[in-house]
Protein backbone atom coordinates (compact mmCIF):
# COMPACT_ATOMS: atom_id res chain seq x y z
CA UNK A 1 0.00 0.00 0.00
CA UNK A 2 1.54 3.23 -1.12
CA UNK A 3 2.63 5.82 1.50
CA UNK A 4 1.83 8.95 1.78
CA UNK A 5 3.82 12.39 3.59
CA UNK A 6 1.94 14.11 6.65
CA UNK A 7 -0.68 17.00 5.41
CA UNK A 8 -0.24 20.71 6.30
CA UNK A 9 -2.43 21.91 8.61
CA UNK A 10 -4.88 23.23 6.25
CA UNK A 11 -5.39 19.96 4.80
CA UNK A 12 -5.67 18.53 7.80
CA UNK A 13 -8.24 21.03 8.70
CA UNK A 14 -10.42 20.06 5.63
CA UNK A 15 -10.22 16.66 6.49
CA UNK A 16 -11.39 16.83 10.10
CA UNK A 17 -14.17 19.11 8.66
CA UNK A 18 -15.08 16.60 5.64
CA UNK A 19 -14.86 13.86 8.18
CA UNK A 20 -17.15 15.26 10.70
CA UNK A 21 -19.92 15.66 8.57
CA UNK A 22 -19.69 12.32 6.53
CA UNK A 23 -19.04 10.59 10.72
CA UNK A 24 -22.18 12.80 11.86
CA UNK A 25 -24.77 11.54 9.18
CA UNK A 26 -23.73 7.98 9.86
CA UNK A 27 -23.73 7.75 13.35
CA UNK A 28 -26.21 10.41 14.80
CA UNK A 29 -29.22 8.49 15.47
CA UNK A 30 -26.95 6.16 17.44
CA UNK A 31 -26.16 9.75 19.42
CA UNK A 32 -29.53 10.50 19.54
CA UNK A 33 -30.69 7.25 21.26
CA UNK A 34 -27.40 7.70 24.04
CA UNK A 35 -29.24 11.11 24.50
CA UNK A 36 -32.62 10.08 25.17
CA UNK A 37 -31.40 6.47 27.33
CA UNK A 38 -29.27 9.41 29.65
CA UNK A 39 -32.26 11.68 30.19
CA UNK A 40 -34.42 8.71 31.15
CA UNK A 41 -35.06 9.04 35.40
CA UNK A 42 -38.06 7.21 36.69
CA UNK A 43 -40.53 6.28 33.90
CA UNK A 44 -38.34 3.99 31.45
CA UNK A 45 -39.65 4.94 27.85
CA UNK A 46 -36.95 3.35 26.11
CA UNK A 47 -35.27 -0.19 27.20
CA UNK A 48 -32.35 0.19 25.07
CA UNK A 49 -30.22 1.46 22.03
CA UNK A 50 -32.48 -0.94 19.90
CA UNK A 51 -35.94 -0.18 21.38
CA UNK A 52 -35.38 3.62 21.62
CA UNK A 53 -34.63 3.52 17.48
CA UNK A 54 -37.21 1.67 16.68
CA UNK A 55 -40.05 3.67 18.81
CA UNK A 56 -38.55 6.66 17.28
CA UNK A 57 -38.78 5.75 14.00
CA UNK A 58 -42.73 4.57 14.87
CA UNK A 59 -43.75 7.86 16.83
CA UNK A 60 -41.65 10.34 14.91
CA UNK A 61 -40.62 8.54 11.74
CA UNK A 62 -37.50 7.50 9.96
CA UNK A 63 -36.19 11.33 10.33
CA UNK A 64 -36.90 11.63 13.58
CA UNK A 65 -33.61 9.98 13.94
CA UNK A 66 -32.09 13.14 12.79
CA UNK A 67 -33.76 15.81 15.35
CA UNK A 68 -30.64 18.14 16.04
CA UNK A 69 -28.49 17.29 13.00
CA UNK A 70 -28.45 20.17 11.48
CA UNK A 71 -26.86 22.17 14.20
CA UNK A 72 -24.12 19.26 14.50
CA UNK A 73 -23.30 19.36 10.55
CA UNK A 74 -23.21 23.45 11.46
CA UNK A 75 -20.69 23.59 14.08
CA UNK A 76 -18.94 20.02 13.68
CA UNK A 77 -16.42 21.41 11.38
CA UNK A 78 -15.04 24.58 13.77
CA UNK A 79 -15.36 21.98 16.28
CA UNK A 80 -12.89 19.95 14.69
CA UNK A 81 -10.80 22.49 13.09
CA UNK A 82 -10.31 24.50 16.31
CA UNK A 83 -9.60 20.89 18.15
CA UNK A 84 -7.06 19.73 15.48
CA UNK A 85 -5.49 23.36 15.00
CA UNK A 86 -4.77 23.32 19.02
CA UNK A 87 -3.61 19.63 19.23
CA UNK A 88 -1.52 19.90 16.59
CA UNK A 89 0.11 23.76 18.01
CA UNK A 90 0.12 22.21 21.64
CA UNK A 91 2.63 19.14 20.36
CA UNK A 92 4.45 21.58 18.14
CA UNK A 93 4.69 23.65 21.07
CA UNK A 94 6.06 21.18 23.58
CA UNK A 95 8.38 18.94 21.13
CA UNK A 96 12.00 18.87 21.65
CA UNK A 97 13.57 17.65 18.65
CA UNK A 98 11.13 16.12 16.95
CA UNK A 99 10.31 14.09 20.12
CA UNK A 100 7.53 14.20 22.12
CA UNK A 101 7.36 12.60 25.83
CA UNK A 102 3.67 11.35 27.00
CA UNK A 103 2.93 13.97 29.55
CA UNK A 104 3.40 16.35 26.54
CA UNK A 105 0.81 14.48 24.56
CA UNK A 106 -1.14 14.79 27.70
CA UNK A 107 -1.00 18.54 27.52
CA UNK A 108 -1.94 18.81 24.05
CA UNK A 109 -4.65 16.75 24.00
CA UNK A 110 -5.83 18.80 27.52
CA UNK A 111 -5.37 21.91 25.43
CA UNK A 112 -7.14 20.71 22.37
CA UNK A 113 -10.29 19.52 24.54
CA UNK A 114 -9.88 22.91 26.36
CA UNK A 115 -10.15 24.98 23.51
CA UNK A 116 -13.00 23.08 21.06
CA UNK A 117 -15.44 23.70 23.99
CA UNK A 118 -16.12 26.94 22.87
CA UNK A 119 -17.99 25.85 19.73
CA UNK A 120 -18.56 22.19 21.31
CA UNK A 121 -21.20 23.76 24.31
CA UNK A 122 -23.59 25.68 22.37
CA UNK A 123 -23.62 23.01 19.88
CA UNK A 124 -24.35 20.58 23.00
CA UNK A 125 -26.42 22.63 24.00
CA UNK A 126 -29.10 22.72 21.41
CA UNK A 127 -28.77 19.57 20.36
CA UNK A 128 -29.89 18.16 23.43
CA UNK A 129 -32.87 20.23 23.69
CA UNK A 130 -34.07 18.90 19.94
CA UNK A 131 -33.26 15.18 20.56
CA UNK A 132 -34.89 14.69 23.65
CA UNK A 133 -38.22 16.65 22.57
CA UNK A 134 -39.43 12.91 21.33
CA UNK A 135 -38.72 11.35 24.98
CA UNK A 136 -41.11 14.07 26.54
CA UNK A 137 -43.58 13.69 24.02
CA UNK A 138 -43.86 10.11 24.52
CA UNK A 139 -43.95 10.47 27.92
CA UNK A 140 -47.16 12.51 28.10
CA UNK A 141 -50.31 10.94 28.84
CA UNK A 142 -52.38 9.47 25.96
CA UNK A 143 -56.33 9.15 26.80
CA UNK A 144 -57.67 5.34 27.22
CA UNK A 145 -60.04 4.24 25.32
CA UNK A 146 -62.50 4.39 28.24
CA UNK A 147 -61.36 7.55 28.78
CA UNK A 148 -61.99 8.83 24.88
CA UNK A 149 -65.61 7.19 25.53
CA UNK A 150 -66.89 8.96 28.54
CA UNK A 151 -70.02 10.08 27.84
CA UNK A 152 -69.77 14.16 28.49
CA UNK A 153 -72.33 17.08 27.16
CA UNK A 154 -73.94 16.28 23.90
CA UNK A 155 -72.88 18.42 21.50
CA UNK A 156 -74.62 21.39 19.99
CA UNK A 157 -76.41 21.25 16.66
CA UNK A 158 -76.02 24.78 15.78
CA UNK A 159 -73.34 25.93 17.50
CA UNK A 160 -69.41 24.04 16.35
CA UNK A 161 -67.49 21.81 18.11
CA UNK A 162 -65.45 23.37 21.11
CA UNK A 163 -61.74 24.07 18.79
CA UNK A 164 -59.23 21.44 19.88
CA UNK A 165 -56.19 23.21 20.87
CA UNK A 166 -53.40 23.32 18.87
CA UNK A 167 -50.52 20.86 19.50
CA UNK A 168 -46.87 23.18 20.00
CA UNK A 169 -45.06 23.55 17.36
CA UNK A 170 -41.83 21.99 17.08
CA UNK A 171 -39.00 23.65 18.19
CA UNK A 172 -35.92 24.60 16.27
CA UNK A 173 -33.02 25.37 16.82
CA UNK A 174 -32.74 29.49 16.20
CA UNK A 175 -36.41 29.62 18.16
CA UNK A 176 -34.18 27.42 21.12
CA UNK A 177 -31.39 29.98 20.46
CA UNK A 178 -33.24 33.19 20.53
CA UNK A 179 -35.35 32.44 23.50
CA UNK A 180 -31.91 31.63 25.74
CA UNK A 181 -30.78 35.08 24.30
CA UNK A 182 -33.44 37.02 25.41
CA UNK A 183 -34.37 34.78 28.76
CA UNK A 184 -30.48 34.64 29.81
CA UNK A 185 -28.27 36.16 27.57
CA UNK A 186 -25.21 34.23 26.33
CA UNK A 187 -24.36 32.39 29.08
CA UNK A 188 -27.86 30.83 28.78
CA UNK A 189 -26.14 28.73 25.45
CA UNK A 190 -23.03 28.19 27.62
CA UNK A 191 -24.62 26.35 30.17
CA UNK A 192 -23.59 23.31 31.32
CA UNK A 193 -19.50 24.61 29.92
CA UNK A 194 -18.28 23.55 33.26
CA UNK A 195 -19.55 20.10 32.48
CA UNK A 196 -18.52 20.25 28.85
CA UNK A 197 -14.68 20.87 29.65
CA UNK A 198 -14.91 18.01 32.58
CA UNK A 199 -16.00 15.36 29.59
CA UNK A 200 -14.19 16.88 26.57
CA UNK A 201 -10.78 17.68 28.30
CA UNK A 202 -10.09 14.12 30.20
CA UNK A 203 -11.74 12.65 26.46
CA UNK A 204 -8.73 14.42 24.64
CA UNK A 205 -5.99 13.65 27.31
CA UNK A 206 -6.65 9.94 26.83
CA UNK A 207 -7.76 9.61 23.21
CA UNK A 208 -4.74 12.16 21.88
CA UNK A 209 -1.69 9.89 23.63
CA UNK A 210 -3.48 6.80 22.91
CA UNK A 211 -4.36 6.85 19.83
CA UNK A 212 -0.29 8.57 18.35
CA UNK A 213 1.31 5.60 20.00
CA UNK A 214 -0.70 2.80 19.03
CA UNK A 215 -0.70 4.20 15.60
CA UNK A 216 3.28 4.26 15.61
CA UNK A 217 3.78 0.93 16.85
CA UNK A 218 4.62 -0.07 13.55
CA UNK A 219 5.73 3.11 12.18
CA UNK A 220 5.32 6.74 12.59
CA UNK A 221 2.34 7.35 11.96
CA UNK A 222 -0.11 11.06 11.02
CA UNK A 223 -3.55 11.52 11.15
CA UNK A 224 -5.95 12.74 13.98
CA UNK A 225 -3.67 14.03 17.06
CA UNK A 226 -0.48 12.97 15.24
CA UNK A 227 2.33 15.83 14.94
CA UNK A 228 2.58 17.13 10.89
CA UNK A 229 6.00 16.92 10.55
CA UNK A 230 7.81 14.83 7.83
CA UNK A 231 6.81 11.24 8.48
CA UNK A 232 5.56 8.45 7.05
CA UNK A 233 1.45 7.22 7.32
CA UNK A 234 0.88 4.13 9.05
CA UNK A 235 -1.01 1.91 6.93
CA UNK A 236 -4.31 2.73 6.72
CA UNK A 237 -6.10 -0.37 8.71
CA UNK A 238 -3.46 0.05 11.60
CA UNK A 239 -4.27 4.12 11.97
CA UNK A 240 -8.33 2.70 11.14
CA UNK A 241 -8.00 0.15 14.23
CA UNK A 242 -5.98 2.44 16.10
CA UNK A 243 -8.37 5.85 15.83
CA UNK A 244 -11.74 3.19 16.52
CA UNK A 245 -9.82 1.67 19.59
CA UNK A 246 -8.77 5.01 21.06
CA UNK A 247 -11.96 6.91 20.58
CA UNK A 248 -13.88 3.51 22.25
CA UNK A 249 -11.97 3.43 25.54
CA UNK A 250 -11.77 7.34 26.06
CA UNK A 251 -15.68 7.44 24.77
CA UNK A 252 -16.39 4.83 27.64
CA UNK A 253 -14.06 6.07 30.24
CA UNK A 254 -15.67 9.71 30.13
CA UNK A 255 -19.25 7.95 29.89
CA UNK A 256 -20.53 9.39 33.48
CA UNK A 257 -19.40 13.03 32.63
CA UNK A 258 -21.11 12.56 29.76
CA UNK A 259 -23.89 11.66 31.73
CA UNK A 260 -23.92 14.66 34.25
CA UNK A 261 -23.26 17.18 31.17
CA UNK A 262 -26.64 16.07 29.18
CA UNK A 263 -28.31 16.17 32.25
CA UNK A 264 -27.26 19.67 33.45
CA UNK A 265 -27.59 20.86 30.03
CA UNK A 266 -31.48 19.35 29.16
CA UNK A 267 -34.03 22.42 29.67
CA UNK A 268 -37.31 20.54 29.80
CA UNK A 269 -38.15 18.00 32.18
CA UNK A 270 -40.29 15.28 32.31
CA UNK A 271 -42.98 14.27 35.34
CA UNK A 272 -41.38 13.99 38.39
CA UNK A 273 -37.20 14.30 36.93
CA UNK A 274 -35.11 16.26 38.77
CA UNK A 275 -33.55 19.77 38.28
CA UNK A 276 -30.11 19.98 38.80
CA UNK A 277 -28.01 23.43 39.97
CA UNK A 278 -24.20 22.00 39.11
CA UNK A 279 -22.44 19.78 38.74
CA UNK A 280 -22.18 18.82 42.49
CA UNK A 281 -25.96 18.72 42.73
CA UNK A 282 -27.02 16.78 40.15
CA UNK A 283 -23.54 13.69 40.48
CA UNK A 284 -25.59 13.50 44.26
CA UNK A 285 -29.25 13.45 43.18
CA UNK A 286 -28.69 10.70 40.58
CA UNK A 287 -26.70 8.53 43.04
CA UNK A 288 -28.73 8.85 45.34
CA UNK A 289 -32.08 8.51 43.13
CA UNK A 290 -30.86 6.06 40.48
CA UNK A 291 -27.50 4.52 41.82
CA UNK A 292 -24.13 4.11 40.56
CA UNK A 293 -25.24 2.21 37.20
CA UNK A 294 -26.90 5.82 36.00
CA UNK A 295 -23.81 6.98 35.45
CA UNK A 296 -23.03 4.70 32.55
CA UNK A 297 -26.30 5.19 30.58
CA UNK A 298 -25.56 5.36 27.00
CA UNK A 299 -21.91 4.34 27.21
CA UNK A 300 -22.18 1.38 24.17
CA UNK A 301 -24.29 4.22 22.26
CA UNK A 302 -21.26 6.39 22.86
CA UNK A 303 -18.80 3.15 21.80
CA UNK A 304 -20.71 2.78 18.90
CA UNK A 305 -20.47 6.88 18.18
CA UNK A 306 -17.39 7.47 18.40
CA UNK A 307 -15.05 4.62 17.06
CA UNK A 308 -16.85 4.97 13.43
CA UNK A 309 -16.56 8.75 13.71
CA UNK A 310 -13.02 8.26 14.32
CA UNK A 311 -12.73 5.51 11.98
CA UNK A 312 -13.97 7.95 9.42
CA UNK A 313 -11.46 10.07 9.85
CA UNK A 314 -8.72 7.91 9.25
CA UNK A 315 -10.15 6.98 6.42
CA UNK A 316 -10.48 10.31 5.13
CA UNK A 317 -6.74 11.20 5.98
CA UNK A 318 -5.81 8.30 3.80
CA UNK A 319 -7.88 9.20 0.59
CA UNK A 320 -6.11 12.59 1.31
CA UNK A 321 -9.26 14.79 0.44
CA UNK A 322 -7.54 17.89 2.40
CA UNK A 323 -4.76 17.42 0.29
CA UNK A 324 -6.85 16.96 -3.33
CA UNK A 325 -9.09 20.00 -2.13
CA UNK A 326 -5.47 22.53 -1.73
CA UNK A 327 -3.95 20.92 -4.87
CA UNK A 328 -7.45 21.84 -7.06
CA UNK A 329 -7.21 25.03 -4.98
CA UNK A 330 -3.74 25.64 -6.05
Known amino acids: MAEKKVSSLPAKLINGGVAGLVGVTCVFPIDLAKTRLQNQQGAQVYKGMLDCLAKTVRSEGYFGCYRGAAVNLTLVTPEKAIKLAANDLFRQKLSTDGKLPLWGEVLAGCGAGTCQ ?39 SLVAPPPAQPNPRPRASATSITLELLRTRGLAGLYRGAGATLLRDVPFSMIYFPLFANLNALGRKGTGLGCQGDAQDRAPFLQSFVAGCTAGSVAAVAVTPLDVIKTRLQTLQKGEGEDSYRGIIDCTRRVMRREGPSAFMKGAACRALVIAPLFGIAQGVYFLGIGEAVLGLLG
Open 117 to 155: VVVTTPMEMLKIQLQDAGRLAAQRPVPSPAQAAAPGPAP
